[in-house]
């Protein structure tokens, strides 16, 4: 019995310290891949890069963050076209000297990715990606990375061809970093080591036909403890954002002032936060959805016509809606639709078609 518990003991004690040194490896490892970056901000769109400027000389940011840098990062595929090698599941990250000083030992960098003197642009890449590769400094490494064209490919007018959608830049490799700190470069948490190419911010950006455009700033600055700091980092960009930076545009339609979304939609937290906007300076937003339609059709057919869908309920619908006949507009069941004169003429339809 004595010799069992001494063994069970033994047992679990090397499995905590065993579990302990794990957890301390992945934290170590985690923070050297982040450097000196204590918080990011992750766009789903694009943002100005001038924000970084914008935020630099606010007088609330100033005071409790130092380094900021934006840069640009897409999802990619690398090919090394002698070779035949390809690597998937890749990073490419443009960046500047404003990024590299998270990473002191690796500020040189900075001059190589600013050299545009050479036929390529030069990158850089970790190690992981270099044994994928088999790529050796002077090589010349094809990137491929998906697009944002300016007109969604989901409406009519955008475009589905694979050129528009995908652009591909050669490069030439200039360096290899090793597969920590720099290398380990990521926002996201996980053991596998990433694979990443860094690329000069301005290069990316106009490949990418995204010039003075970003997705991520980071920053570095008060503990990363202090809940405060996280608060203000994200007041201040709250106090910089534009409409247009949330993918919202206004325009005026006689006495009403319309906001539009450029994307297919607005989105539930953003429309959340006009209603509640709307509200403080005493506005009733009224909520539309507007689609293109490929037909309309009866004993005749409308291509390409746009059905809108909107709350009937609201006041101010109900009293600018009215019929030919110049009452206003019923309320409509499930299975039910208004046209205009022009389509109902053209579709040859009546009441009760």
């Not at 475009?159 to 652009?167: A, N």
């Not at 700190?181 to 990521?186: M, Y």
Request: hydrophobic fraction near 40%.
């Amino acid at each position: 019995m004595v010799l069992g518990a001494a063994v069970t003991t033994a047992v679990l004690t090397g499995a905590l310290l065993v579990g302990d040194s794990v957890r301390g490896s992945l934290r170590d490892l985690t923070l050297s891949s982040l450097g000196g970056i204590d918080y990011s901000f992750v766009s789903p769109r694009l943002l100005r890069e001038e924000l970084a400027s914008e935020l630099g000389q606010d007088p609330l940011m100033r005071d409790r963050f130092t380094g900021l840098a934006p840069i640009f990062s897409l999802p990619c595929s690398v090919r090394h076209p002698e070779l035949g090698r390809r690597a998937s599941d890749v990073s490419i990250h443009g960046v500047d000297e404003r990024f590299l000083e998270f990473f002191p030992e690796f500020l040189k960098l900075g001059q190589q990715l600013a050299d545009t003197s050479g036929n390529f642009p030069p990158v850089v890449i970790n190690a992981g990606l270099r044994e994928e590769l088999g790529a050796e400094i002077g090589d010349q490494i094809l990137v491929s990375f998906g697009r944002r064209p300016s007109v969604n490919p989901e409406f009519a007018l955008g475009s589905r061809k694979s050129l528009d959608l995908q652009g591909t830049v050669r490069t030439t490799l200039v360096e290899v970093v090793p597969d920590t700190s720099l290398g380990r470069f990521s926002l996201r948490s996980h053991q596998a080591i990433p694979l990443n190419i860094f690329i000069g911010l301005d290069v990316l950006q106009e490949a990418a036909e995204q010039e003075g455009m970003v997705n991520i700033f980071l920053m570095s600055g008060e503990s990363r403890e202090t809940g405060e700091s996280e608060a203000y980092f994200s007041e201040g960009f709250q106090r910089h954002l534009t409409l247009s930076e949330l993918g919202l545009k206004w325009r005026s339609s006689g006495s009403e002032m319309i906001l539009e979304s450029r994307e297919l939609i607005i989105s539930p937290s953003l429309e959340q936060n006009i209603r509640t906007a709307a509200a403080q300076v005493g506005l009733d937003p009224q909520t539309i959805l507007t689609y293109l339609a490929n037909s309309i059709g009866s004993d005749q057919t409308i291509p390409y016509s746009t059905v809108t869908a909107l709350d009937l309920e609201g006041e101010p619908f109900r009293e600018n809606l009215r019929l030919v006949s110049g009452e206003p507009v019923p309320e409509l069941g499930g299975d039910e639709i208004l046209l205009d004169e022009w389509a109902a003429t053209e579709l040859g339809a009546r009441e009760g078609d």
